[in-house]
């Protein structure tokens, strides 16, 4: 669901489900009695599959950053030997 029309009579039957159907960004048009647009309803809501995503990227690079750290070899940090190639 991006976008749909309904009526505010129908709106306010059912607000609770319409609003539990959208995510973030989505909207509902409220139309009037003479089928007017009056209202536009969006979503703030964020998407809980999307924080799983970012949480679990973030967790793989750290996980990384670990194994790395473990098998440098080197007499300088890697945050030394980057600072140094950048100057």
Known sequence: ?????VSI?????????LVDQ???GETVTLLGAEGSPVAVLVSLKSDPAK??????????WEELA????RAWKG?????????????
Do not use: C
């Open 51 to 60: 924080g799983k995503v970012a949480a679990d990227w973030l967790k793989g």
């Open 66 to 69: 670990k194994q790395v750290g």
């Open 1 to 5: 669901m991006s976008s749909m029309t």
């Open 75 to 87: 007499d300088k940090s890697a945050v030394e030997v980057v600072s140094e190639m950048r100057r």
């Open 22 to 24: 959208l995510h973030l």
């Open 9 to 17: 009579d129908a709106a306010e039957r059912d607000l609770k489900n």
